[in-house]
T-cell receptor, first 115, second 116 residues
Framework: GNSVTQMEGPVTLSEEAFLTINCTYT??????LFWYVQYPGEGLQLLLK?????DKGSNKGFEATYRKETTSFHLEKGSVQVSDSAVYFC??????????????FGPGTSLSVIP | KAGVTQTPRYLIKTRGQQVTLSCSPI?????VSWYQQTPGQGLQFLFE???????NKGNFPGRFSGRQFSNSRSEMNVSTLELGDSALYLC???????????????FGAGSRLTVL
């Protein structure tokens, strides 16, 4: 079946540091890929998405590129802020020709940004 | 417009009891998905309902069940509660139709269940 693997952390960075959170997946065909973020005490929010190979999703300074050849969707940000401290989840929705597949999530990566 | 609303936000039950959680999706959304979130297992998919029919199902025992009403509101029920059922239960809604990749999930804040 489909699966998502990501570095679990926790990751601790200083403000303005560069962030990379690795995400790789296993799925047939062309799944849709997502990054969600969960702030303390809240539900998950969509951060960005990509629906086909070589698509780049971006939002709030975060970027991720759908790499079919390496089955990866790594999350990056050039300069993190304290307010970026949260848990980040990589997710995919499998490709189905006639219906919808479920969305599955990686284990999440906890990020702490210190001033 | 209003977001996804889950009730109750917190509840405490004892082993052997049952619990019902409720989820009101975003207006116009016809798909509701349920997830269990625990520190050890992360986010585990329970089931998805679309237009009152279960469309997808995860690998949970039959004690976990759900349903969806004609107004798209959904409930999930857990019977014969076990200590291991303590978790944050998250509900997410989406339109459930159109391009799959555009069908992003919008989550509620969750219902935190503690089983004693």
């Amino acid at each position: 079946g489909n699966s998502v693997t990501q570095m679990e952390g926790p990751v601790t960075l200083s403000e303005e540091a560069f962030l990379t959170i690795n995400c790789t997946y296993t799925a047939t065909g062309y799944p849709s890929l997502f990054w969600y973020v969960q702030y303390p005490g809240e539900g998950l929010q969509l951060l960005l998405k990509a629906t086909k190979a070589d698509d780049k999703g971006s939002n709030k300074g975060f970027e991720a590129t759908y790499r079919k050849e390496t089955t990866s969707f790594h999350l990056e940000k050039g300069s993190v802020q304290v307010s970026d401290s949260a848990v980040y989840f990589c997710a995919l929705r499998g490709e189905m020709k006639t219906s919808y597949d479920k969305v599955i999530f990686g284990p999440g990566t906890s990020l702490s940004v210190i001033p | 417009k209003a977001g996804v609303t889950q009730t109750p936000r917190y509840l405490i039950k004892t082993r052997g009891q049952q619990v019902t959680l409720s989820c009101s999706p975003i207006s116009g959304h016809r798909s509701v998905s349920w997830y269990q979130q625990t520190p050890g297992q992360g986010l585990q998919f329970l089931f998805e309902y679309f237009s009152e029919t279960q469309r997808n199902k995860g690998n949970f025992p039959g004690r976990f069940s759900g349903r969806q009403f004609s107004n798209s509101r959904s409930e999930m029920n857990v019977s014969t509660l076990e200590l291991g059922d303590s978790a944050l239960y998250l509900c997410a809604s989406s339109s459930g139709q159109g391009l799959a990749g555009a069908n992003v999930l919008t989550f509620g804040a969750g219902s935190r269940l503690t089983v004693l």
